[in-house]
């Protein structure tokens, strides 16, 4: 059997909720240690608490950004739990955190710190404004950086209200570009045996994913505007069409698949049509074009148009999550993976979109508040039940009422 492609990294996470602990996930999914520390005073991970399904100190919510990890109850506040981090730090390879941009300087995880302990750890944050500029000190969510970044803007029909993605694309860009980052700094500090920071942002993720709009917007007169059944800002035809008893999208983005396109609606007369030869005058005449394939797409279903366009013109049903789910591709893929829980039984989740021999496939679920407490103490740290006991009686795990114990 293949080794996992990152077995014997270790990670220490200070982060919860959604974008931190799903770029992290990636990490574990591929065999590394990623030691989650959670705050017991406020019951660990905000997440833990996520309805609609959430159980005692644990959600369903939980389980999808948080398989795989260790979980070690620690109060970072408290004055003898930095000598317990920095222990953890001589001997991982990496400390990653998603707290607000002017906190982790506060609470000693930079490299400035921490580099002290081991030259060779890298520090990646993930925050929603990053460590510099006006805003660093600020929260920020999905949501906000939706409607900061542009996104929210140019999302819906024209004239309706702003609206924003239905999935939390931004959180899971930035669990994604913060991993990349990780990874980079893991690559120099291999070589050189010398860590550095790495700052990343939501905002900052968010607006380089403008790419083209924000070159058209920067360097051209070009106003971005919400275009009707989420059509392309300049490609025609590509965009959502109703059909007979659903929608279909079509993405007409080379001229190969106009061309094939109008073959296969029976529209030969599109194809012959000076004001449709071209994308620039598709675009020009947009309005003319979409009230000939509106029409003809309402004529038939949404599973007879793929059958007649599938191979021929990019084209995709709209989906609900449920039939997304249960896609033939997904399937195949592999792309749904079983959980054994204690308590919720065995749990249908989604795995890792990267497909690579070693990787896991049988992971185990999200850990208990504290649960590794002990074990890394022990394993990974090799304390003494004396100074575990003397540790915790100080209240550096939590108070007796917060710890969770194994």
């Known amino acids: 059997m293949s080794r996992a492609p990152l077995e014997g990294l270790r990670v220490v996470a200070v982060s919860q909720f959604g974008a931190g602990p799903f770029g992290t996930q990636l990490l574990a999914d591929l065999g590394a240690e990623v030691l989650k520390i959670e705050d017991p005073a406020v019951g660990g991970d905000v997440s833990r608490g996520v309805g609609p399904y959430a159980g005692e100190g644990d959600s369903l919510y939980f389980q999808s950004f948080n398989r795989g990890k260790k979980s070690l109850a620690l109060d970072l506040r408290h004055p003898e739990a930095r000598a317990v981090l920095h222990d953890l730090v001589r001997v991982s390879h990496a400390v990653y955190n998603n707290l607000r941009g002017d906190l982790p300087v506060k609470l000693g995880l930079t490299y400035a710190t921490l580099g002290r302990v081991n030259p060779a750890i ?109 059509g392309h800002q300049a490609i025609v035809p590509a965009q959502n069409f109703p059909t007979k008893d659903g929608w279909i999208v079509v993405f007409c983005n080379k001229p190969k698949f106009w061309e094939a396109l109008v073959d296969a609606l029976g529209l030969p007369e ?95 679920p999200a850990p208990r508040l504290g649960q590794h407490t002990d074990e890394i103490l022990r394993e990974v740290l090799q304390y003494t039940p004396e100074r575990i006991a003397a540790l915790r009686a100080a209240g550096v795990f939590g108070r007796p009422d917060d710890e969770v114990l194994p």
């Open 122 to 230: 890298v520090c990646c944050s993930l925050s929603g404004f990053g460590a510099t500029g006006p805003r660093a000190a600020e929260p920020a969510y999905d949501y906000l950086i939706q409607g900061y970044a542009g996104y929210m803007a140019v999302t819906g029909e024209p004239g309706g209200p702003p609206e924003k993605c239905g999935v939390s694309v931004i959180d899971f860009a930035g669990g994604y570009a913060s991993m990349a980052a990780l990874l980079a700094g893991l690559w120099e500090a291999q070589r050189t045996g010398v860590g550095r920071d790495l700052d990343v942002s939501l905002l900052d993720t968010a607006v380089s994913m403008l790419s083209y709009f924000a070159i058209w917007a920067l360097n051209r007169d070009w106003q971005p505007a919400r275009v009707a059944d989420s």
């Open 270 to 364: 599109l194809g012959r049509d000076a004001r449709f030869a071209t994308f620039p005058d598709r675009l020009a005449h947009k309005d003319a074009l979409l009230e000939r394939l509106r029409a003809r797409f309402a004529e038939r279903t949404t599973a007879d148009w793929l059958a007649r366009l599938r191979g021929r013109v990019p084209c995709a049903p709209v989906n609900t999550v449920a039939e997304a789910l249960a896609d033939e591709q997904v399937r195949a893929r592999g792309m749904i993976l079983e959980v054994e829980h204690p308590e919720f039984g065995t749990l249908r989740e989604v795995a890792s979109p990267v497909r690579t021999p070693g990787a896991v496939t049988r992971p185990r």
